[in-house]
T-cell receptor
Framework: EDKVVQSPLSLVVHEGDTVTLNCSYEVTNFRSLLWYKQEKKAPTFLFMLTSSGIEKKSGRLSSILDKKELFSILNITATQTGDSAVYLCAHNNNDMRFGAGTRLTVKP | NAGVMQNPRHLVRRRGQEARLRCSPM?????VYWYRQLPEEGLKFMVYLQKENIIDESGMPKERFSAEFPKEGPSILRIQQVVRGDSAAYFC??????????????FGEGSRLTVL
């Protein structure tokens, strides 16, 4: 069965810090890896990563994939309290299985 | 363009009753996914449906749970004879046909089921 494992499970930082969230995967037929952000309710899409070594960037968030080592990282620079959320990683297959998520808390 | 609509937002049931959760996908989306989320946990895949077809139900318990996505009307997740362990948030997501290329699922706000 496909596996998506995220670490750490939770993280507490202060505003201005930079954080790195990890997602490792074991899947039979790799398609792409996805990152979502879940605040109070519905998860929202952040990135889709298909190729190794190509960084995707959106403002202070960036993500990269390593298909050889089977992992992806999500970086957030200059964190703000509004970045507090659960960050979810998923393998983009028919059934879209998510990892358990990393709960990020950014303190003022 | 309305987003994914789920109802009810909150549902309270006593043990042994039935729970029906509804999901109307975004306009033009023919793929629906149901996920369950327990407090402090990630999204657990339950079932993936296209119109009138169940594509993958490998995440759904074999007993008491069923899902459908009829030609007309919303997708329904049905839980019969609910138990306390069914208490959770149930999220529905929809996608257009090219979701495997875009990666984007559009989530509803969730239905929170509480079993007394």
């Amino acid at each position: 069965e496909d596996k998506v494992v995220q670490s750490p499970l939770s993280l507490v930082v202060h505003e201005g810090d930079t954080v790195t969230l990890n997602c490792s995967y074991e899947v039979t037929n790799f398609r792409s890896l996805l990152w979502y952000k879940q605040e109070k309710k519905a998860p929202t899409f952040l990135f889709m990563l298909t190729s190794s070594g190509i960084e995707k960037k959106s403002g202070r968030l960036s993500s990269i994939l390593d298909k050889k080592e089977l992992f992806s990282i999500l970086n957030i620079t200059a964190t703000q309290t509004g970045d507090s959320a659960v960050y979810l990683c998923a393998h983009n297959n028919n059934d879209m299985r998510f990892g358990a998520g990393t709960r990020l808390t950014v303190k003022p | 363009n309305a987003g994914v609509m789920q109802n009810p937002r909150h549902l309270v049931r006593r043990r042994g009753q039935e729970a029906r959760l509804r999901c109307s996908p975004m306009k033009g989306h023919s793929h629906v996914y149901w996920y369950r989320q327990l407090p402090e946990e990630g999204l657990k895949f339950m079932v993936y449906l296209q119109k009138e077809n169940i594509i993958d139900e490998s995440g759904m318990p074999k007993e008491r749970f069923s899902a459908e996505f009829p030609k007309e009307g919303p997708s329904i997740l049905r839980i019969q004879q609910v138990v306390r362990g069914d208490s959770a948030a149930y999220f529905c997501a929809s996608s257009p046909n090219d979701r495997l290329n875009t990666g984007e699922l559009f989530f509803g706000e969730g239905s929170r089921l509480t079993v007394l």
